[in-house]
């Protein structure tokens, strides 16, 4: 096994897999059906007794995967997110790391303005990793999670089903509203009637509109090959168009003194903070993701 899982690092490394051990580790122990504390302490220990006799042949497979650049999320089938554990897998986005940061920025407004029973609209849901945060974070909020594609949109409800199965005790089916639709409508009267109603009863909204500009297709393969174009491009070449779109409706939602919370390209943030401002929003500002480049805008209307 320890032979097995060198080869693999080996072959991953060649691929150009940047994380090729962690990723060779975390294959190895789901071909043998364990976790990777699992794994990591049965070959510490040489105890390899209780693992499936056809692990190899599995394992084979799952490194020719990764290899080819499969995304590791894709075949596990799962992404963590926050204190999430999210299904994933073809046409829909996996949820990256620095979200995170814009989940907090809007968990920090929700505290700092002691809102009791915030209702919550995530635009452009994807896997629904932001909304099922909020709602198992603040166990008083009504969150709305708006989703355009049907691929993504079934990853979005297997996921408030298991994450409210998980969290039985909280009440996430009935805080949790999942919305099938095109968040980028002109007005507001053209979508759900379900979000015409909370329609400037809105106390938050967060989102990770679809922004990468056309005009810079994304050289990572993971990225470029199997993140769906749908939930990656901003719809022009500076990408600019869907979070401008998506800041008109998140402003005819939200009440007066709600905040949006919206990441974006480290680029794109002294556009967005001007265009917030002129749609109407006040106290505009770019907040940074943990290596200090602008990844969100903060806006109150």
Request: glycine share 8%; aromatic share 8%.
């Amino acid at each position: 096994m320890r032979e097995l899982l060198q080869n693999a690092i080996a072959r991953l490394r060649e691929a150009g897999v940047e994380s090729a051990e962690y990723d060779a580790r975390l294959l190895l122990g789901k071909a043998c059906g364990v976790s990777l504390a699992e794994l990591n302490k049965a070959l510490i220990l040489g105890d390899l007794t209780d693992f499936s006799p056809d692990y190899a042949s599995k394992y084979s497979d799952f490194v020719a995967r990764r290899a080819s650049r499969e995304p590791l999320q894709h075949i596990v089938g799962r992404a963590p997110f926050r204190y999430l554990d999210l299904c994933v897998g073809k046409g829909v986005f996996v949820p990256r790391p620095e979200t995170e940061i814009v989940v907090d920025a809007g968990l920090d407004w929700l505290r700092e303005s002691g809102i009791s029973k915030p209702t919550v609209v995530d635009l452009c849901a994807g896997s629904g990793a932001i909304g099922l945060s909020i709602a198992t974070e603040v166990v008083d909020a009504q969150v709305w999670a708006v989703e355009k594609s049907p691929e993504a949109f079934q990853y979005l409800r297997k996921n408030f089903e298991e994450t409210a199965k998980n969290y039985e005790n909280m009440q996430i089916s009935s805080r949790y509203h999942a919305v099938l639709a095109d968040a980028t409508k002109a007005h507001i009267s053209d979508l759900t009637p379900e979000l015409h109603a909370i329609c400037g009863k809105v106390d938050l909204v967060i989102t990770n509109p679809p922004y990468v500009p056309e005009n810079q297709v994304p050289e990572q393969i993971e990225v470029r090959e199997y993140d769906p174009p749908l939930a990656l491009y901003g719809g022009s070449a500076d990408g600019l168009r869907i979070p401008e779109q998506i800041m008109h409706v998140a402003f005819e939602l939200l009440r007066c003194g709600g905040a949006m919370v919206m990441e974006h390209d480290i680029s794109q943030g002294d556009a967005l903070k001007k265009y917030a401002e002129s749609v109407g929003f006040s106290r505009a500002r770019v907040g940074n993701d943990l290596t200090g480049r602008p990844r969100y805008t903060f806006a109150q209307k």
